[in-house]
């Protein structure tokens, strides 16, 4: 999937709204896509993950696609956010932060007072129920 | 396959061909797949990594592409449509090639061709549904496919040895006659169809002309039409000079 040290199953769950994330810097092609994640320090991400993501991402209506023709090349496809991508980035957005700032705090409880707080709460106050399973 | 489609230097034409293969096994559009390989030749570009570092194994990538796409199965009704539409040509084929082979006056239609005819339908709606519904693992839709064709020639051949009772007999100029009919008239038909409402669908490039890509469909359709009648000429070509040249050497 990656070329750089993140394990896989990290990149699967956060990819979708990293690009969301990139796209909403402006409309932008594949591999254009690729090098912004891969400058942001995600890592590069190969064209065998990152179009069938976008293919999702179309067929959600989160991103609008664009042919522009290329100067003796064979073209660029441009993919731009919708309006609804806008809002299902500021969804995903405030959930992976909140999702960011419990496993740091679960992690590396004295690295900040909010979750110094979180690592004093009783066990049963912070994590869920197990849930029994047929 | 038939269709024409540049691409930079970094993909193969074996990576190219195999990720055409699977996502034709999995229904893609003519269309959507030129979008397809349009991709991969400008990331392929822009990167400088060939195709299968980039993207991987094409049916892998093909299968990655489609998955959330829902397969659709054509009813059994137009399978035996279509199956049927080539059957006429095919019968005209056959009907020819008999009364060439054949040396007496006379073609004798025997209980085993009859009932070989309807093996052949039953065998061809078989293998187009095998294909569809195990396209995903290519392998065994490849086997179960090899595996339909080779059981229905199989038993075509047992009841032409087996069943050698006539139900009638035609003489040889009749049957060329209504053969030479069907296969021209099967081929002018599938003409006619063509241009109303062509059913090729071959690979096209982003952005080309919708109508362009139209008469390369119409041209595809209309080549396979006349396969069948080209076929018997040649066919009948061989058999005449391979007959001359016994005779001569007799």
């Known amino acids: 999937m990656s070329s750089d040290p993140w394990p896989g199953e990290w990149l699967r769950g956060v990819l979708d709204v990293c690009v969301l994330a990139v796209l909403a810097e402006g409309s932008t092609y594949g591999y254009a896509i690729t090098a912004r994640l891969d400058e942001l320090g995600l890592g590069s991400v190969k064209g065998g993950t990152l179009y069938p993501l976008l293919v999702r991402l179309e067929q959600a209506d989160l991103v609008t696609t664009q042919w522009r023709p290329g100067v003796g090349g064979p073209g660029r496809k441009y993919f731009a956010l919708t309006p609804a991508g806008r809002a299902e980035l500021s969804r995903r957005g405030s959930a992976w932060r909140a999702f960011a700032d419990l496993t740091v705090a679960i992690v590396d409880p004295s690295a900040d007072p909010t979750a110094a707080a979180f690592a004093a709460s009783a066990p049963s106050e912070r994590l869920p129920t197990p849930r029994r399973t047929a | ?250």
Do not use: H, K
């Open chain 2, 1 to 250: 396959m038939t269709d024409t489609w540049s691409t930079a230097p970094t993909i193969s034409p074996g990576w190219r061909d195999e990720l055409v293969l699977a996502l034709r096994m999995r229904d893609v559009p003519g269309s959507r797949i030129g979008e397809i390989l349009a991709e991969v030749d400008e990331f392929c570009a822009d990167s400088g990594l060939d195709a299968q570092a980039a993207f991987g194994a094409p049916a892998t990538y093909a299968e990655s592409l489609t998955a959330s796409e829902g397969r659709t199965r054509t009813p059994l009704r137009d399978d035996l449509r279509t199956t049927g539409r080539a059957l006429v040509g095919f019968v005209g084929l056959v009907v020819v090639m008999a009364c060439v082979v054949d040396d007496g006056p006379d073609l004798a239609i025997t209980v085993g061709w009859l009932l070989g005819l309807a093996v052949v339908l039953v065998g061809c709606v078989l293998t187009v549904r095998v294909l569809g519904r195990t396209a995903p693992v290519r392998w065994r839709g490849m086997a179960a496919a090899a595996g339909v064709i080779v059981a229905t020639l199989g038993a075509v051949v047992a009841l032409g040895m087996l069943l050698t009772t006539t139900v009638a007999t035609v003489p040889d100029a009749v049957a060329v006659t209504v053969g030479a009919l069907l296969l021209v008239g099967d081929a002018i038909v599938g003409t006619v169809r063509a241009r109303r409402q062509p059913t090729a669908d071959l690979v096209s490039a982003p952005g080309a002309d919708p109508e362009w890509v139209r008469r390369r469909n119409v041209r595809a359709d209309i080549l396979a039409a006349w396969l069948l009648p080209a076929f018997a000429v040649v066919g009948v070509g061989i058999l005449l000079g391979m007959n001359a040249l016994l005779d001569r050497l007799a």
